[in-house]
């Protein structure tokens, strides 16, 4: 992750600019002094720059939960608000050259309210979550370019391997989102995805909780196929193969295929390497067969004025709130300019959202944007709204 080591951390007047970025606010955690979020915005990028103390220095990197797409902005942020603070800089891995040029002309990557603005319905769609290296993505698009292939990642580095390579090949049939698949799939709508592949997933044998296979993934990947299309998952792993089969198995209706050392057309470095460690690849292929009902979500995320007083939302640290079918917990509080703001995870248990609310003037409002339009995402600011008015 892009950062700074700096010698002593500098506070700055907001609202500036410096450099093309914005500097918007600043949010103080009431618990831990040592750290501080910086609002900015970069080419249309609305994010937090954190700042941690570290014993005798201080690392400034971009916040986990708001990282824009665009690794340049991030990098365009931290230099720019060291330059501004004159922040005396002690190591840094930021680079200073200029982006490079074939992310400069790649319009692949999306962030999420592309998507959330509609699909285009006159599209084949295929998805491919946690594509790695981009081996197979890239693979599928060039060989199927009457397809839409929507590939899925959280990990910088492949991402942009992948947008490199979509510029230099000239691929227009491909976008890339950084995004947790699980919620993804609750907005596409039913009926239109050819294939989803999850090739080679994390296990997680240590935290099953956290694996992309599970039962409610399944429903959704059930819903969102057309009728024959099929949902892959190709593991190196034992246990996540037994853990797999037996929650599709699980299902009263399903029709899996089950392969051992299946050789497919392109395959990922790490599977040349396991394939010469002699070890075992399983394919369990989903095949969908009834055609779902229509997506449909109603609500919405408005917010009416809040009437408890600031003290008792400084009182929420820490506390969770517990509704049918999801949850809200308060992570954090911080402390802003005439207002209070909250780190939340929300929404349904096994798939939650993580985000910041900013109350200011009695007025909630999301930050950097809104929560993803799910039906436990929508009970859960339900629940909001009761906690902030008592």
């Not at 700074?4 to 606010?25: A, R």
């Not at 220095?57 to 942020?77: E, F, G, Q, Y």
Request: glycine share 4%; aromatic share 10%.
């Amino acid at each position: 992750m892009p950062h700074l080591h700096i010698k002593e951390f500098k506070e700055i007047e907001f609202k500036k600019s410096h450099d093309g970025v914005s500097f918007n606010f600043a949010a103080k955690n009431i618990m831990h002094e040592d750290e501080t979020l910086i609002s900015v915005s970069v080419e249309g990028d609305d994010f937090f720059l954190l700042r941690k103390e570290e014993e005798s220095k201080n690392l400034l990197k971009t916040d986990k939960l708001t990282r824009p797409a665009s690794i340049h902005n991030v990098h365009k942020a931290l230099l720019a608000y060291a330059d501004f603070a004159k922040l005396e800089v002690i190591s840094s891995n930021v680079p200073l050259k200029q982006k490079n040029i074939h992310l400069q002309t790649s319009n692949a990557l999306r962030d999420i309210s592309f998507f959330t603005d509609g699909f285009l319905d006159d599209k084949r769609i295929s998805i491919e979550v946690g594509f790695g290296s981009g081996r197979h993505l890239l693979h599928q698009a060039k060989e199927n370019r009457d397809i839409l292939f929507i590939g899925i990642e959280i990990h910088r580095p492949s991402i942009e391997q992948v947008l490199k390579q979509v510029s230099i090949q000239n691929i227009d049939n491909l976008f890339v989102l950084d995004y947790d698949a699980r919620l993804f799939l609750e907005l596409v709508p039913s009926n239109i995805v050819e294939k989803i592949f999850v090739h080679f997933p994390v296990p997680w044998d240590k935290k099953p909780h956290r694996r992309v296979i599970s039962t409610s993934f399944i429903e959704e990947a059930r819903r969102v196929l057309r009728v024959d299309g099929r949902l892959e998952l190709r593991t190196d792993s034992e246990n996540y193969y037994a853990y797999s089969y037996k929650t599709f198995i699980a299902f009263d209706k399903i029709i899996l295929h089950i392969n051992k050392n299946r050789d497919i057309a392109i395959s990922s470095k790490y599977e040349d390497r396991w394939k010469k460690m002699q070890k075992n690849i399983y394919d369990v292929t989903m095949i969908n067969e009834e055609e779902s009902d229509a997506l449909l979500i109603e609500g919405s995320f408005d917010f009416s004025d809040v009437s408890i007083s600031d003290d008792t939302l400084f009182a929420l640290h820490g506390v969770t709130k517990k509704f049918d079918g999801g949850f809200i917990h308060f992570e954090r509080v911080y402390r802003l300019d005439g207002g209070v703001m909250f780190r939340v995870s929300l929404g349904s248990f096994d798939r939650p959202e993580h985000l910041y609310i900013i109350v200011r003037d009695r007025v909630a409002s999301y930050y950097p944007s809104l929560p993803l339009s799910s039906k436990s995402n929508l009970l859960a600011h339900k629940c909001l709204e009761e906690v902030f008015h008592g």
